[in-house]
């Protein structure tokens, strides 16, 4: 089974600074791999994803996304955050296989918190 | 619609109650799934539909859960004599085949007092 692991439950940090969200996964099959994030009594929404090709994702609003075969990681990272990025961050994957549900594998979420 | 669509937000019963949740998914969609997201937790795999089919529940918690698609687009979560430990915000994700992104809705917030 597969099963993913976000070490940190909360960061803080500074507006303008960078920040890295950690996620790392365990599984015995290739999976795809995912960043929601999750404001306040919203659901999830998807952020970026990792499906093939580069190993480096990125999404509109300036968050990257590298995947790590060797490491089995796949970090989020933002250069210079801001305010609005407060929320809660969740790595997800599903694995790669004819047949299956394709459901996430939702890690247990990192609250980023921006200070001014 | 312009997104998933979640009935009602917020769910208060009384231990031993049955309650029905209710997801519209995005036009078209195939694809449909349910999770349970418990307070501070990722969001948990409960079933998935393929069109009207059931087609995985290996994550329903208990014989209490009951989920059904009869027609393929709406789908109703029922439990029945909710028990305290099923409070949690019980999530719907819809997506146009079984490898694309899922479009999350806002999620019903269920309290069971």
């Known amino acids: 089974a597969q099963s993913v692991t976000q070490l940190d439950s909360q960061v803080p940090v500074f507006e303008e600074a960078p920040v890295e969200l950690r996620c790392n996964y365990s599984?015995?099959?290739?999976?795809?791999l995912f960043w929601y994030v999750q404001y306040p009594n919203q659901g999830l929404q998807l952020l970026l994803k990792y499906l093939s090709g580069s190993t480096l994702v990125e999404s509109i609003n300036g968050f990257e996304a590298e995947f790590n075969k060797s490491q089995t990681s796949f970090h989020l990272r933002k250069p210079s955050v801001h305010i609005s990025d407060t929320a809660e961050y969740f790595c997800a994957v599903t694995l790669i296989s004819s047949g299956s549900a394709r459901q996430l594998t939702f890690g247990s979420g990192t609250q980023l918190t921006v200070l001014p | 619609g312009a997104g998933v669509s979640q009935s009602p937000r917020y769910k208060v019963a009384k231990r031993g109650q049955d309650v029905a949740l209710r997801c519209d998914p995005i036009?078209?969609?195939?694809?449909l799934f349910w999770y349970q997201q418990a307070l501070g937790q990722g969001p948990e795999f409960l079933t998935y539909f393929q069109n009207e089919a059931q087609l995985d529940k290996s994550g329903l918690p208990s014989d209490r859960f009951f989920a059904e698609r009869p027609e393929g687009s709406v789908s109703t979560l029922k439990i029945q004599r909710t028990q305290q430990e099923d409070s949690a915000v019980y999530l719907c994700?819809?997506?146009?085949?079984?490898?694309?992104?899922?479009?999350f809705g806002d999620g019903t917030r269920l309290s069971i007092l």
């Open positions: 599984s015995s099959v290739s999976v795809y």
């Open positions: 994700a819809s997506s146009l085949g079984m490898s694309q992104p899922q479009h």
């Open positions: 036009s078209g969609h195939v694809s």
